[in-house]
């Protein structure tokens, strides 16, 4: 589907009413609705008791403190989204059974900055983002399996782990809880394995997969209390997990419970045989996928297998369940040494490990860069000439993604280009061998009329960064891309929900409309309400209307911008400092709505002068070009090698000069 204007894809706009939540909060912790209504872009009111909150209809946030609601049934009667919150850090004000007749619990702590974490998790359980549809549209997916007794083992060395991961799984059931851990039977506590998911999503943006193993499939959860496992997974989807892994044996009326409660969440139905005698050739196999088929959105069977043949027969059965698109995506895999060559062919969720985890969680489990050298080896990944142009040997990205080729072992060989020879792309796009290509600066689209088919972002914006090599039933296709609008928003829903950005006004300075396409473009794409601009005007369709401000006068009448992007050139980012405190003074304060949004896309002049730091002091939440090239380059590395790898990896492994 296609916007009016022809721009844009319908399925990349956000379109929401505003939400209605009511916030729940521990006494003396009021200040949770406060953040999580600026996280929203809304504003908030706090009710001075149950009656209060109910009449108010028309707010977008209302907070309550706990110990007002005395009935808390009539939670059920309410038509809001009902979110009970809680420090950890004071003491514990948990109550389950008010917790029950909530829709979500959210768990923070003072000690880390909860901002980020607070915007993916309304973004996601407000379904404003879709990781599972994300991770369906691509062509392998990974899913790390850390099996450390205490998460907080993992998080200073998780970015590394989860380089080639594309979800993390909590194996609740490995976890040890020391208030519990007396017998070696007993299960982690609610409380503990709450926390656990709060340390894990503040260092980690993987969705998160939550499972609670049992002891007859090679966990510890004990099978005499399926009840328990209800209670783990209903509470897995109230801290708003991506997935829930909900084991095939549970009694039906269990599955269908969490089916019908799973929110956003997903559930990925499992089943696992250590029998030894399981055949992917019997009418069992069948069977078992179209039982795991009715609640799962997506079907994980595996098996221990003693012979070679077991991974043909997989292969073979997992051809007939491709041929009915309808059915959720398999993942199948066969255990133990034998099963390795399955765990290479798997392309859905392949559990993966890595040398830095204390144990493997199976049998056979193999690494990221395991499968990467095995894949080639076998001719299914085949070594491709990569190029990265331009502007890409002094600030060191070409050698980063270097680093990624080789961490993950892919065989690709990365060639960097400074000068192109007779200044085009287009001798490399030729080559038998071609594998995709970055460029930087972003190549002008009407410079360049040999590009293949151009994405409908790269048309839009006029620029192509990254040309990618896609795989199509008859051999494979070019396709000239922009990923840059992705780096910018991905900037601008790190703290902010996509729809915080909807109907709104956003002020765009640089000193040409190709400066500043991809960012308008990440603006429309958050459907922003109006564009005002300074410095240049817009002639594109970007999918948003816009509109030159002239002068002076034409800025003081305009109403506080939600968001301010600035593509001037570094040596006059400085221009925006004056804009930036007019905004901030007392008659530019914004009126209903919160929001101080600032983002330079200059290489940023350090020291005096820096805008970005100017916005900071003035109180704007400001994101420099640091934090939007490593969005970026996480996006570029998706589209040409596929592989996921983290924001904070980039980040931590790039070094200071890839930012410039
Ligand atoms: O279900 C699976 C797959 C697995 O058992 C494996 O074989 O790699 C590992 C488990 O942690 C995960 O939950």
């Not at 698109?325 to 133990?336: A, D, E, T, Y």
């Not at 910018?488 to 765009?508: E, K, N």
Request: glycine share 8%; hydrophobic share 40%.
């Amino acid at each position: 589907m296609i916007k009016p204007n022809g721009v844009m894809k319908i399925e990349e706009i956000i379109h929401n009413e505003p939400p209605r939540l009511l916030i729940v909060y521990d006494k003396g912790q009021e200040e949770i609705t406060r953040v999580v209504a600026d996280v929203l872009g809304h504003t908030y009111s706090v009710a001075g008791s149950w009656d209060i909150a109910k009449g108010w209809l028309d707010e977008v946030v209302v907070g309550l403190q706990n110990d007002l609601i005395t009935e808390p049934e009539s939670l059920r009667k309410l038509d809001r989204t009902i979110i009970t919150t809680h420090c950890i850090d004071s003491q514990d004000l948990r109550d389950e059974h008010l917790t029950s007749f909530c829709d979500y619990e959210y768990l923070y702590t003072h000690r880390t900055p909860i901002r980020r974490d607070l915007a993916r998790y309304l973004s996601f359980i407000l379904g404003q983002i879709k990781p599972h549809e994300d991770l369906k549209r691509k062509q392998r997916t990974t899913l790390l399996s850390t099996t450390f007794p205490d998460i907080r083992g993992a998080l200073p060395n998780l970015d590394i782990l989860s380089v080639g991961a594309d979800s993390v799984e909590l194996r609740v059931d490995l976890l040890r809880d020391p208030a519990t851990d007396g017998e070696f039977s007993s299960v982690p506590g609610l409380k503990y394995v709450g926390e656990q998911v709060m340390l894990l999503r503040q260092r980690t943006e993987l969705p998160i997969i939550f499972t609670t193993r049992c002891t007859r499939e090679n966990g510890r959860f004990p099978m005499d209390d399926p009840a328990l496992f209800y209670q783990y997974l209903r509470k897995a989807i109230q801290w708003g997990c991506e997935y829930i892994d909900v084991e095939l044996w549970l009694p039906e009326p269990i599955r269908r419970q969490l089916a019908t409660e799973k929110g956003n969440s997903k559930i990925i139905s499992a089943w696992h045989d250590f029998s030894g005698q399981f055949k992917w050739t019997s009418p069992d196999a069948h069977r078992l996928y179209k039982e795991g088929a009715v609640y799962g959105d997506i079907v994980k069977m595996i098996a221990l297998v003693n012979n070679m043949e077991d991974n043909y027969e997989l292969e073979y059965f997992r051809s007939t369940l491709q041929s009915t698109p309808s059915n959720p995506p398999f993942s199948g895999l066969n255990m133990g040494t034998v099963g390795q060559l399955s765990r290479t062919l798997n392309k859905v969720f392949t559990p993966i490990t890595h040398p830095l985890l204390p144990l493997i969680a199976a049998p056979g489990q193999l690494s990221a860069a395991e499968i990467n050298s095995m894949l080639h080896f076998m001719g299914q990944m085949p070594r491709l000439d990569m190029y990265a142009i331009g502007h890409v040997r002094s600030n060191g990205l070409g050698t980063f993604f270097e680093k990624c080729l080789n961490e993950l072992s892919q065989p690709h060989q990365l060639t960097t280009v400074d000068t192109l020879p007779h200044g085009s792309i287009e001798p490399f796009l030729h080559r038998q061998q071609f594998g995709g290509a970055y460029i930087n600066p972003p190549l002008p689209v009407e410079t360049a009329p040999y590009l293949p088919t151009l994405t409908e972002a790269a048309s839009a914006i006029g620029q192509v960064d990254t040309i990618a090599v896609r795989s199509t039933n008859s051999g494979k296709a070019l396709v000239a891309d922009n990923v840059t609008w992705k780096g910018v928003r991905a900037t601008l829903t790190r703290d902010f929900v996509p729809s915080a950005y909807a109907g709104r006004t956003a002020l765009v300075l640089g000193n040409s409309e190709p400066q500043a396409a991809a960012a308008i473009y990440a603006l429309a794409s958050l459907d922003i309400g109006s564009v005002y601009t300074i410095g240049f005007g817009v002639r594109s369709h970007l999918g948003v209307d816009t509109q030159q401000l002239q002068g002076l006068d034409d800025l003081k009448r305009l109403e506080h911008p939600f968001v301010i992007i600035s593509a001037l050139p570094a040596e006059k980012s400085h221009l925006v400092s004056p804009i930036l405190k007019h905004y901030s003074n007392a008659q530019g304060k914004p009126t209903n709505r919160s929001g101080k949004i600032f983002v330079d896309l200059s290489n940023g002049i350090k020291g005096k002068g820096d805008s970005v730091s100017v916005a900071s002091s003035l109180g704007w939440a400001s994101n420099g070009i640091a934090d939007v090239n490593a969005w970026t380059i996480v996006e570029t590395l998706r589209l040409l090698i596929g592989e996921n790898v983290p924001w904070d990896f980039v980040r931590l492994v790039g070094g200071r000069n890839l930012y410039t």
